[in-house]
């Protein structure tokens, strides 16, 4: 019996590793394919989402959207369950950030059922506000990260460039707070768009960001060439960023190249970003 107990442990045991490699790696041609399946079945639903916010559309394929939106959620839910199944430790994905974002891409449909079971009309209508749990459902977006290969090399640039793009944005700060205040003192209160030192920040970073809703424009002549200052400095400044993650990517590109990063999850801390030919984690040192 105790014979037969070990071979049936150690054949469940067999079968939740399987299903580990299928759904938390890609190195296999079925994790591959599960990767494939979960990416069109994400995008399709954020692209529902999407469509079902456009109200002559809704009101249209109303029904057809509520069939879509339940089986998303009914996939995503097998989905979330399989991956606490197969877990080492279940209780760690459950609280890490992609455990959290599948459980926020699932969670507001289940909610609005409330809605529709021993509620008066008056209390729906406090309810209602329950509705903005919809727009969590585009957290199915940020699943897309299981799926990036590229992810690590960009957080590197970006990680290694922080301190030359904390100088750049302190620049901006300052100028966005000098020209604030300087329209505000040329403008004055008899310009709405500039009563204030925070109303004319506000008009002096829509300026720089090259967007220019309109909504307040400088009336007197030195204002306007002051304008015409940042505006020239928001297209001298918005090309700062990109520069400098580009170039830290060509500088590092051949590290990158020799360490390539591999889709394996630690089972223990669940964390990924290890080289193809690591065989313990880099964060908890456990056996991959």
Known sequence: MADKNTAQETKKQA???RLYEIIFEADTPAGKYFDVVLLIAILTSVFVIMLESVESID???????TYAEWFFTVLFTFEYGARILCARR???YIFSFYGIVDLLSILPTYVLVLESYGMESDELHRLGVIRALRLLRAFRIFKLGHMLSGAAELREAIWATRSKITVFLATVVIAVVIEGAA????EGPENPGFSSIPQSMYWAIVTMTTVGYGDATPETPLGKCLAAIIMVLGYSLI????????????HAGGNFTATRITTQVCPECMKEGH???ATFCKFCGSRL
Request: proline share 6%; glycine share 6%.
């Open 239 to 250: 090309i700062v960023p990109t520069g400098l993650v580009t170039a830290e990517l060509a």
């Open 275 to 277: 080289e193809v030919d």
């Open 90 to 92: 279940p209780i760690r």
């Open 183 to 186: 329209l505000h003192l040329i």
């Open 59 to 65: 009101a249209r394929f109303k029904n057809g959207f």
């Open 15 to 17: 079968w939740r590793e």
